[in-house]
C-alpha cells in the first residue's frame, strides 16, 4: 500500500524541533517504531516524523485505519485532540489548537454539519476501501478511537478551552490575541520563546508593520515595544500649571490614549467574534 504524505495535514501541527526529531530517531533505531502510523484511506495522518524516520532506514512499521473518519474536520479535530495531550506541547501551542477546535465546531455547527458518530460509515464518500486495508488495519487502537470520539456541539466558553488547553482564562485570552493579530515574525518569536504571552500580545495590539519592524530589530526591541504598549495604557499624569511643554505633554497624552483604544477596539473584536461563534452554535442546536 502507497502512502500518501499531504503537507497541509503535516503543517498542521507544529513540526518537532531538530533535537526532538534526533531523541525520536534515536528510540525509534534503538527499539522500533512501537507506535502505528494512523492513516485516512491511504493518507498519512499521525506519525510523519516516525514514517520519515523508518523510511530512511528501511525499518518496519504498522498501520492503523481509523474509521470514524469522514471529513478532513474529523482528522482535524482527532489531531488537535492528540497533540492537546502531549507534554511536550508548549502553552501557546495547546491554547492555538483549542482555539482551531472551538472554530471548526462553530463553522460545523453553524452548516448543520452531522457529527461523525452519527455519519454513515459505509459511504460511497469513504476515502478508503475497507476491503483492501492491510491485516490488523481494519480496526483502530484503542487510544486512537478512543480519541477519535468527535466532541460534543456544546459552546466553547474561554473557560472550556482553557481547561481543554490546561491553562488560565487570561493566557487564553492572550493566545487568541497573538492568534487573531500577530504579525508572522511576532507568532515565530513567541514559538521559540524570544517573547512571552504577555509581551506578544502587547505587540500583537500594534499595526502590522510596526510589529514587523519590532521583530526584524531583535528580542530587545520587541521588549521594548511591548514595554511602550504597556506604558500607553497607564493613565497619564496631568500636567502641573506651569510645566513648560504643555502642549506637548498633550500631544503625549493623546497619543497614549490612541493606543489605549486600539487595544480595547482589539478586545471588543475578540468577544464580538466569540458572540457570533455562540449564536451560531445556539441557531444549530434550536434548528
Known sequence: MEILVNQELKAYIDPLTEEEH?????????????????????????GHNRYGICRKHGLPFQTVQNPRFQSIDDVYLWMIDQHLGRRSVSDFQRGVLALRKREILAERAAAGAPAAATADAGSDDAPWDTSAAEPGADTPQPAAAAAAKPAPGARKQRGEIAREARLSTAQVGLIETIHKQAAPEVVAAVKSGTLSLNAAAAVATLPEDEQRAAALAGKSELKEAAKRVRESRRKPRE??????????????????????????????????????????LLQAETA
Open 22 to 46: 534526533e531523541a525520536l530517531e534515536r528510540s525509534i533505531l534503538a527499539e522500533g517504531c512501537r507506535d502505528a502510523l494512523v492513516l485516512w484511506g491511504d493518507v498519512l495522518v499521525d
Open 239 to 280: 500636567p502641573r500649571e506651569g510645566d513648560e511643554g504643555e502642549t506637548s505633554a498633550l500631544d503625549a497624552a493623546l497619543a497614549d490614549q490612541v493606543l489605549a483604544l486600539r487595544q480595547r477596539v482589539a478586545e471588543l473584536t475578540a468577544e464580538n467574534d466569540a458572540l457570533r461563534e455562540q449564536l451560531a
